[in-house]
C-alpha cells in the first residue's frame, strides 16, 4: 500500500520540522518527506488540508487489563482506544494476572496485540516475583521476550535491600528500572493528597512526602549502583525539583507525569467524586504549577495518560473505596494541547511530550517521521472541539474526571506501519 498524505501541516518534534509538507509511505515505512521517491504512485490519499500530521503517539503506561481483567476492559477494546486517540507504542505495566513475570506471557501478549495490528504494544516486565517485592525476577529473560523496562506498577517494594539488588542487576545489563516512588508506609490507608479538601471531606490523606522521601532512597541508590531509572507519574512540587537537580548532576534518570496532574487539583475531588480517585492522588495547585513548569523545561520527559479503565460499580462505591483510576487513552492528545495552549508552549514542544521523548525513555525507534522508520503516524484536528462523553469512548473503561468537558484536538486519521487503523469523522 502506498499512501501520499497531502497539505498538511508536518510536524516532527525530533527531526525539527515544523511547515507544510506532504508525506509518503509505501511498504509500511516513510520513503519521502516532503518530496515524492521516484515513480511514487499513491492507492490512496489523504487529504489533510487545515491538520495537523505528526508521529503516532506514544504512551508510557496504559493498562490493558488482559490477561486476567476482561470485566474491566479488553485487548481490543483498549487497543481500538488506543487507534482513536493517534497512540501508535504504548508500555503497559506488568500488574496483570497473572502477573508479567514470565517470557511466555510476555510473548502471549504482544503476539495477541500483534494480530489485532491497532498499537505496538511494549510489556514492561515485573522487577520482582508476582510483585510480592522479595525476589527478583530473571530480567534478562523477559527482555529477550520484548520487555523494554521492569517495574513494581503499583505495588510496593519495601525492602530496600531487594531494591539495591534490583538496580544493580539492571544497571550490568543495561535495563531501565521503572518505579512510582511512593513510601508504602505513610500512603497506608491514604485516599486523596494531604491537605484542606481531604480534611474537610474527612478523607484520610496522603502527604507530598510520600513521594520525596522515595524519589530520595532512589536517587541515592542511583548513584551508589549506576543503574538507569524512569520516575513514573511525579505528582509534587518537590519531586519535580530533586529530579531536576539530579539531571543537573548528570544522573540517568527521566521522569513522566499523567495528563490528569497537568490539569486537576485537589479541589476537583468536589463534593466526594470518585472519577478523580487517582495514585498518585491529586495534588495542591502550587503542586500542579511546578508539574507544568517542569514539562516545559524538560524536566519532566513525557506526558502519558496513566490509562487504567475501571468497571462502572468499583466507581460508584463511595470515595474511599472506590478503585483508583481513569481512562486517557483517548485524551492524551487534547489533554496534552489543552497544556500547550494555556502554557504558551510551542506545539512542537508538546507533540515531543508524546512522542519522541517518551519513546527515548522507552528505547525505541519510533516517535518520529524520518525517512526508513516505520509509518506511525496520527493525522488531527487541533481546532475541533468536542464534548468529551462516556458513549463515545472507545474505551471500556468509561470512567474520566474530564466527562463533559469541551476538549479540542480530533483525531482523524491513525496509521500504524502504514496501514491507517483509524479514520475519524
Same mark, same amino acid.
Given at each position: 500500500?502506498?499512501i501520499?498524505?497531502?497539505?498538511?501541516?508536518?510536524?516532527?518534534?525530533?527531526?525539527?520540522?515544523?511547515?507544510?509538507q506532504?508525506?509518503?509511505?509505501?511498504?509500511?515505512?516513510?520513503?519521502g518527506?516532503?518530496?515524492?521517491?521516484?515513480?511514487?504512485?499513491?492507492?490512496q490519499?489523504?487529504?489533510?488540508?487545515?491538520?495537523?500530521?505528526?508521529?503516532?503517539?506514544?504512551?508510557?503506561?496504559?493498562?490493558?487489563?488482559?490477561?486476567?481483567?476482561?470485566y474491566?476492559?479488553?485487548?481490543?477494546?483498549?487497543?481500538?482506544?488506543?487507534?482513536?486517540?493517534?497512540?501508535t507504542?504504548l508500555?503497559?505495566?506488568?500488574?496483570?494476572?497473572?502477573?508479567?513475570?514470565?517470557?511466555?506471557?510476555?510473548?502471549?501478549?504482544?503476539?495477541?496485540a500483534?494480530l489485532?495490528?491497532?498499537?505496538?504494544?511494549?510489556?514492561?516486565?515485573?522487577?520482582?516475583?508476582?510483585?510480592?517485592?522479595?525476589?527478583?525476577?530473571?530480567?534478562?529473560?523477559?527482555a529477550?521476550a520484548?520487555?523494554?523496562?521492569?517495574?513494581?506498577?503499583?505495588?510496593?517494594?519495601?525492602?530496600?535491600?531487594?531494591?539495591?539488588?534490583?538496580?544493580?542487576?539492571?544497571?550490568?545489563?543495561?535495563?531501565?528500572?521503572?518505579?512510582?516512588?511512593?513510601?508504602?508506609?505513610?500512603?497506608?490507608?491514604?485516599?486523596?493528597?494531604?491537605?484542606?479538601?481531604?480534611?474537610?471531606?474527612?478523607?484520610?490523606g496522603i502527604?507530598?512526602?510520600?513521594?520525596?522521601?522515595?524519589?530520595?532512597?532512589?536517587l541515592?541508590?542511583?548513584?551508589?549502583?549506576?543503574?538507569?531509572? @524512569? %520516575?513514573?507519574?511525579?505528582?509534587? !512540587?518537590?519531586?519535580?525539583?530533586?529530579?531536576?537537580? &539530579?539531571?543537573? +548532576?548528570?544522573? #540517568?534518570?527521566?521522569?513522566?507525569?499523567?495528563?490528569t496532574?497537568?490539569h486537576?487539583?485537589e479541589?476537583?475531588?468536589g463534593y466526594?467524586?470518585?472519577?478523580?480517585?487517582?495514585?498518585p492522588?491529586?495534588?495542591?495547585?502550587?503542586?500542579?504549577?511546578?508539574?507544568?513548569?517542569?514539562?516545559?523545561?524538560?524536566?519532566?520527559?513525557?506526558?502519558?495518560?496513566?490509562?487504567t479503565?475501571?468497571?462502572?460499580?468499583?466507581?460508584?462505591?463511595?470515595?474511599?473505596?472506590?478503585?483508583?483510576?481513569?481512562?486517557?487513552?483517548?485524551?492524551?492528545?487534547?489533554?496534552?494541547?489543552?497544556?500547550?495552549?494555556?502554557?504558551?508552549?510551542?506545539?512542537?514542544?508538546?507533540l515531543?511530550?508524546?512522542?519522541?521523548?517518551?519513546a527515548?525513555?522507552?528505547?525505541?525507534?519510533?516517535? @518520529? %517521521?524520518?525517512?526508513?522508520?516505520? !509509518?506511525?503516524?496520527?493525522?488531527?484536528?487541533?481546532? &475541533?472541539?468536542y +464534548?468529551?462523553? #462516556?458513549?463515545?469512548?472507545?474505551?471500556?473503561?468509561?470512567?474520566?474526571?474530564?466527562?463533559?468537558?469541551?476538549?479540542?484536538?480530533?483525531?482523524?486519521?491513525?496509521?500504524?506501519?502504514?496501514?491507517?487503523?483509524?479514520?475519524?469523522?
Amino acid at each position: 500500500m502506498k499512501i501520499h498524505i497531502k497539505n498538511g501541516r508536518l510536524i516532527d518534534p525530533k527531526n525539527g520540522i515544523d511547515a507544510k509538507q506532504d508525506l509518503f509511505i509505501a511498504a509500511g515505512r516513510v520513503v519521502g518527506v516532503g518530496r515524492a521517491p521516484v515513480d511514487f504512485q499513491a492507492n490512496q490519499t489523504i487529504d489533510a488540508e487545515k491538520l495537523v500530521v505528526c508521529p503516532g503517539l506514544v504512551d508510557l503506561s496504559a493498562r490493558l487489563r488482559e490477561p486476567g481483567f476482561e470485566y474491566k476492559a479488553t485487548l481490543e477494546s483498549e487497543l481500538q482506544a488506543a487507534a482513536a486517540g493517534g497512540v501508535t507504542s504504548l508500555a503497559c505495566p506488568p500488574d496483570t494476572d497473572p502477573v508479567l513475570d514470565e517470557p511466555g506471557l510476555v510473548e502471549m501478549l504482544k503476539h495477541r496485540a500483534k494480530l489485532l495490528n491497532l498499537a505496538h504494544v511494549y510489556p514492561l516486565g515485573a522487577l520482582t516475583r508476582q510483585l510480592q517485592g522479595k525476589n527478583l525476577t530473571e530480567m534478562c529473560e523477559l527482555a529477550e521476550a520484548g520487555c523494554v523496562g521492569f517495574s513494581q506498577a503499583d505495588a510496593p517494594l519495601t525492602d530496600t535491600q531487594v531494591l539495591w539488588n534490583a538496580m544493580q542487576y539492571a544497571a550490568t545489563f543495561d535495563f531501565t528500572v521503572w518505579l512510582r516512588p511512593e513510601d508504602a508506609y505513610l500512603v497506608k490507608g491514604g485516599v486523596a493528597h494531604n491537605g484542606e479538601v481531604a480534611a474537610r471531606l474527612g478523607l484520610q490523606g496522603i502527604p507530598a512526602s510520600t513521594e520525596t522521601i522515595a524519589i530520595a532512597t532512589i536517587l541515592r541508590l542511583m548513584k551508589e549502583t549506576g543503574a538507569k531509572v @524512569h %520516575l513514573c507519574r511525579l505528582s509534587t !512540587a518537590e519531586g519535580v525539583e530533586m529530579v531536576r537537580q &539530579a539531571k543537573q +548532576q548528570g544522573l #540517568a534518570v527521566s521522569c513522566d507525569v499523567a495528563a490528569t496532574h497537568v490539569h486537576l487539583t485537589e479541589h476537583d475531588i468536589g463534593y466526594f467524586d470518585s472519577h478523580c480517585h487517582l495514585r498518585p492522588p491529586l495534588r495542591s495547585q502550587r503542586d500542579k504549577e511546578a508539574l507544568r513548569s517542569g514539562l516545559a523545561d524538560a524536566t519532566i520527559d513525557a506526558i502519558c495518560s496513566d490509562h487504567t479503565p475501571v468497571d462502572d460499580d468499583a466507581k460508584l462505591a463511595t470515595f474511599a473505596e472506590s478503585e483508583a483510576g481513569a481512562s486517557g487513552l483517548e485524551l492524551l492528545l487534547p489533554l496534552t494541547l489543552k497544556w500547550a495552549l494555556e502554557g504558551k508552549v510551542g506545539l512542537s514542544m508538546a507533540l515531543e511530550r508524546i512522542t519522541s521523548a517518551p519513546a527515548a525513555v522507552m528505547g525505541i525507534n519510533t516517535g @518520529h %517521521l524520518s525517512v526508513g522508520t516505520v !509509518a506511525d503516524i496520527c493525522v488531527f484536528d487541533a481546532d &475541533a472541539y468536542y +464534548q468529551v462523553a #462516556a458513549k463515545n469512548l472507545k474505551s471500556q473503561g468509561k470512567n474520566t474526571p474530564f466527562l463533559g468537558m469541551e476538549l479540542a484536538g480530533k483525531v482523524r486519521y491513525t496509521l500504524v506501519a502504514g496501514q491507517v487503523v483509524y479514520q475519524g469523522d
